[in-house]
């Protein structure tokens, strides 16, 4: 098996599944505007509709404008290193939809316990993991669907 090739096949038979990057990457774009937005229209519910601040990302006692940048920002960058991480397993070792799986529930645990870490109130904290928690599950669900999209498996005769 050659760099790029991935067995996919479940029922015996050999296959290789060939990713096309830029659809790939195309869908890992498109996720990062959504996660944006996600992180954005989360920040604006809690502050506007339930006056909830979130959690500082840089531990300031008061978000500023840039703070409130840092979030959806924030929230890009993570869909596109994620897009990064599936490329890199869909190019590299079988099953990579699982692995993809484990890393994002952790990472989507991680973001969701971290806020409970800070001197804040139980309300900016809950807030704030909601919001993170809705930013990781959109990133791999839009991922998931841009990977597999960009990732068709094609039967490989076997060798004699």
Same mark, same amino acid.
């Given at each position: 098996?050659s760099?790029g090739?991935?067995?996919v096949?479940?029922?015996?038979?050999?296959?290789r599944?060939?990713? @096309?990057?830029?659809?790939l %990457?195309?869908?890992?774009? =498109?996720?990062?505007?959504? =996660?944006?937005?996600? =992180?954005?229209?989360? =920040?604006?519910?809690?502050d506007?509709l339930?006056?909830?601040?979130?959690?500082?990302? %840089?531990?300031h006692?008061?978000l500023?404008?840039? @703070?409130?940048a840092?979030?959806?920002?924030? /929230?890009a960058?993570?869909?596109?290193?994620?897009?990064a991480?599936?490329?890199?397993l869909l190019?590299?070792?079988?099953s990579?939809?699982r692995f993809?799986? %484990?890393?994002?529930?952790?990472v989507?645990i991680?973001?969701?316990? /971290?806020?409970?870490?800070y @001197?804040a109130?139980?309300?900016?904290?809950?807030?704030?993991a909601?919001? @993170?928690?809705?930013?990781?599950?959109?990133?791999?669900?839009l991922?998931r /669907?841009?990977?597999?999209?960009?990732?068709?498996p094609?039967?490989?005769?076997?060798?004699?």
């Amino acid at each position: 098996m050659s760099f790029g090739e991935a067995n996919v096949g479940r029922s015996g038979e050999a296959a290789r599944s060939r990713v @096309d990057a830029g659809v790939l %990457w195309a869908g890992g774009a =498109a996720t990062a505007v959504v =996660a944006a937005l996600v =992180a954005a229209v989360g =920040a604006l519910i809690c502050d506007s509709l339930l006056d909830v601040t979130l959690i500082p990302v %840089w531990g300031h006692d008061v978000l500023t404008m840039s @703070d409130r940048a840092a979030l959806p920002i924030g /929230a890009a960058v993570a869909a596109l290193l994620a897009t990064a991480l599936l490329h890199l397993l869909l190019v590299a070792v079988p099953s990579p939809f699982r692995f993809f799986n %484990w890393v994002l529930a952790l990472v989507a645990i991680a973001f969701a316990v /971290a806020p409970f870490g800070y @001197d804040a109130t139980t309300r900016a904290q809950v807030a704030t993991a909601v919001v @993170d928690f809705a930013v990781v599950i959109s990133i791999g669900i839009l991922l998931r /669907a841009a990977g597999r999209r960009a990732s068709r498996p094609q039967a490989v005769e076997p060798r004699p």
